[in-house]
């Protein structure tokens, strides 16, 4: 199974991250789901990028997968933790239980990752839902992430969340939940991470392996972090938390003010920025819209689609960037504009 590019080098895969820091009351509630035997087919887990929204998808399929009864577990438990070397961790840490399918991008003909996950992933994926259990207990999908479905792709996904098989599980991880289709939205139970909090960010990167900063850079990069590990490590590099300030001071920038502040930081960037300092600069952008729209969605503000497009769209340039080495410092520019323009 392909491994997803932006996947964070420094940290575990989330299948093989045990330890939950954050996320109480997300886990109380698939125990108390469990515990009244009301568990939901299907589970929307939101909430912005890097907060560990996939390592939470997975510790409900070791919980679930872990026996043929997990209502039963669910009663005397106090968590849902699952030591890593039971063997249900072990087999899902190895990618090899029969009981688990995980819905991601994947290699496309020219060997690089796809920019969307395809519909015929999808249907691989619903084909396994239908199938007989391996082990005699649930069958579980996680989709990481779902805001990578291609149209056809979310339709074929919503066939199977519609009329979804008996003892079957579906866990669709999603930064932004406005941009999946309303059909989807309303057939899921809505489980929202919220972002973690400078103390818990920094208690899970000082526990990482091959990290060598200092206690007050770790902190200084957690505190503007946004509630991301994966943000907190790259603000970590070199002059990032620089040019997360920068990109930050633009973004909530009043009207009219937004093109001096954007143009400080493309003289900041100048013409030899290396692609850690892009790469911040359009995490900041992401956060900023992706915290936007999820907050207009609550709402019910009509805005809440427009910044969940934008967002869509900025970051298929970026891609079309990454591929064929464009002029980032121009889309940076445009995508700054574009989001002052949107008047959030």
């Known amino acids: 199974m392909a491994e997803p590019k932006d996947r964070t080098d420094n940290l575990p895969h989330p299948r093989e991250r045990y330890r939950l820091v954050g996320h109480e009351r997300a886990e109380l509630a698939m125990l108390e789901a469990l515990r009244s035997h009301r568990l939901a087919h299907a589970w929307l887990i939101g909430g912005p990028e890097g907060i560990g929204k996939a390592s939470f998808a997975y510790r409900v399929a070791r919980f679930v997968l872990d026996g043929r009864d997990p209502f039963a577990r669910a009663e005397g438990a106090s968590s849902l933790n699952i030591a890593p070397d039971a063997p249900v961790a072990r087999r899902i840490a190895a990618a090899a239980h029969p009981d688990l399918f995980v ?26 839902l239908q ?6 207990g649930y069958k579980v999908l996680i989709v990481d992430v779902a805001d990578e479905l291609n149209r056809n ?28 289709p309303a059909t989807i939205l309303s057939r899921c139970r809505r489980l929202r991470l919220e972002p973690l909090t400078p103390a818990q960010i920094v208690e899970i990167v000082s526990d990482l392996p091959g990290i060598d900063a200092t206690g007050p850079v770790i902190a200084e990069a957690a505190a503007l972090a946004e509630g991301s590990v994966k943000r907190a490590l790259m603000l970590m590099e070199e002059r990032a938390v620089e040019f997360a ?11 009219g003010a937004w093109r001096t502040a954007a143009l400080k930081l493309a003289g900041k960037l100048g013409a030899r920025a290396g692609e850690a300092s892009y790469d911040i600069i359009f995490d900041a952008i992401f956060d900023w819209l992706q ?14 689609e427009g910044a969940a497009r ?7 340039r970026k891609r079309e960037a990454d591929t064929y080495n464009l002029d980032k410092r121009a889309l940076v520019l445009t995508s700054l504009k ?4 949107l008047a959030l």
């Open 245 to 255: 300030r920068l990109a930050r001071d633009v973004l909530e920038a009043p009207p």
């Open 310 to 316: 934008l967002w869509t769209e900025i970051e298929m």
């Open 291 to 304: 915290e936007r729209a999820n907050r207009l969605a609550v709402a019910a503000d009509a805005r809440a």
């Open 338 to 341: 574009e989001v002052a323009e």
């Open 153 to 180: 792709a979310a339709n074929a996904l919503l066939k199977i969340i519609e009329e979804p098989p008996g003892r079957s599980l579906a866990l669709l991880v999603a930064h932004v939940p406005a941009r999946l």
């Open 131 to 136: 199938t007989t259990s391996g082990e005699g």
């Open 103 to 128: 819905l991601e991008r994947t290699l496309g003909t020219s060997g690089k990752l796809r920019t969307e996950i395809t519909v015929d992933d999808a249907r691989r994926a619903t084909s396994f």
